[in-house]
C-alpha cells in the first residue's frame, strides 16, 4: 500500500511539473505573442539564443549594483557588506559569460518617427532640468536638507543601482528588436492584407525561420542585417541563407542589398518589407 501511495505522489508530483513549465513556456509565448501574433514560437526562441536572459541580468546586476550602493557610503562595515555583494556579483557575471547571448542587431540604416517611445526624448533632459527646477527651491529654504545614516543610504543607493543595472542590460541587447517591433505595429495599423497572396503565404510559411530569425535581430524596413551574421544565428549554412533570402527577396517579403555587383553573398544585407510583415501576421493568425 505505502509502495503504491509513493508512486501515486511521484505521478502527480511529474504531472505538476510538467504543467508549470508548460505554463511558463506558454507564459514567454504570450507575451511575444504581443508582436501582433506573428509566429511566437519561432520569435521566442530566436529572441532567447539573442538576448540576455533576464535571469542571468539579475544574478549578476542586483549583486552589483547593491555592492556599488555600500562601497558609496564609505563606512567600514558597509564596505564589509559591499564586498560580499561584490563577491557574489562575480559568480553572476560567470552565469552571464556562460549563457551571454549572441547579440545579432540590425544595422540603424535609417531612421523613422515612433522608432522611440516619447519617454525616451525626455530622459535625457532630466539630469539637466531637475537640478536647474530643484535649485530655486533650495535657495527659498523649501527643501530641507536630509542626511540619512550610512544603512539606509547604502540600501536605497544599493536599490537603484540593482533596478538600474539589469535592466540596461536587458535594454541594450533588445533595442534593435523593441524598434522593429513599433516598425512592425505601425505597418499592422494600416492595411494588413496589403500585398498580401496565397503564393506569398506559402513562401513565407516555408521560410518562417528566416523571416523570424530577422525580425529577432531587428531588421525590419530599412534596419539590415549581413546574410553572414544571419547565418551565424540561425546556425544555418551560409549557402543556404543567400538562397532563401535570394527566394524571399524575389517575392517582395525580403529587401536584398548586394552593395555592388561582385560582392560575396556574405556581405548581402536584408531586411524584412512590409509586405513580409503583413504576411507573418497573416500566418500567425492561421
Request: glycine share 8%; with cysteine.
Amino acid at each position: 500500500m505505502g509502495i503504491k501511495l509513493l508512486r501515486v505522489s511521484y505521478a502527480l508530483i511529474t504531472i505538476v511539473s510538467q504543467k508549470r513549465s508548460q505554463a511558463g513556456r506558454r507564459c514567454y509565448v504570450d507575451r511575444v505573442a504581443e508582436l501582433a501574433r506573428i509566429p511566437a514560437r519561432e520569435l521566442a526562441q530566436y529572441r532567447q539564443r539573442n538576448e540576455i536572459p533576464v535571469r542571468s541580468a539579475l544574478y549578476f546586476g542586483v549583486p552589483a549594483g547593491f555592492a556599488i550602493g555600500f562601497a558609496n557610503t564609505g563606512v567600514d562595515y558597509m564596505l564589509v557588506g559591499a564586498g560580499i555583494f561584490a563577491i557574489c556579483a562575480v559568480l553572476g557575471l560567470v552565469h552571464l559569460i556562460r549563457n551571454y547571448p549572441r547579440g545579432i542587431n540590425a544595422a540603424r540604416e535609417e531612421y523613422r518617427e515612433g522608432d522611440y517611445p516619447t519617454i525616451a526624448y525626455i530622459a535625457p533632459l532630466i539630469p539637466i532640468a531637475a537640478p536647474l527646477a530643484m535649485a530655486p527651491l533650495s535657495a527659498a529654504g523649501l527643501v530641507p536638507e536630509v542626511e540619512l545614516a550610512p544603512p539606509i543610504a547604502g540600501v536605497l543607493s544599493g536599490a537603484w543601482w540593482a533596478c538600474g543595472l539589469p535592466l540596461g542590460l536587458w535594454a541594450v541587447f533588445s533595442q534593435s528588436f523593441r524598434i522593429g517591433r513599433r516598425r512592425i505595429n505601425k505597418i499592422l495599423e494600416k492595411d494588413p492584407l496589403e500585398g498580401v497572396t496565397e503564393a506569398r503565404l506559402e513562401l513565407a510559411d516555408a521560410h518562417v525561420d528566416t523571416l523570424t530569425a530577422l525580425i529577432a535581430a531587428g531588421a525590419v524596413q530599412g534596419n539590415t542585417v549581413s546574410a553572414k551574421a544571419l547565418s551565424t544565428f540561425m546556425q544555418v549554412d551560409l549557402d543556404l541563407v543567400c538562397e532563401n533570402l535570394d527566394e524571399l527577396a524575389q517575392a517582395g517579403l525580403v529587401k536584398l542589398d548586394r552593395i555592388a555587383l561582385r560582392s560575396a553573398p556574405k556581405d548581402w544585407k536584408n531586411t524584412v518589407t512590409p509586405t513580409g510583415v503583413r504576411c507573418l501576421y497573416q500566418l500567425g493568425k492561421r
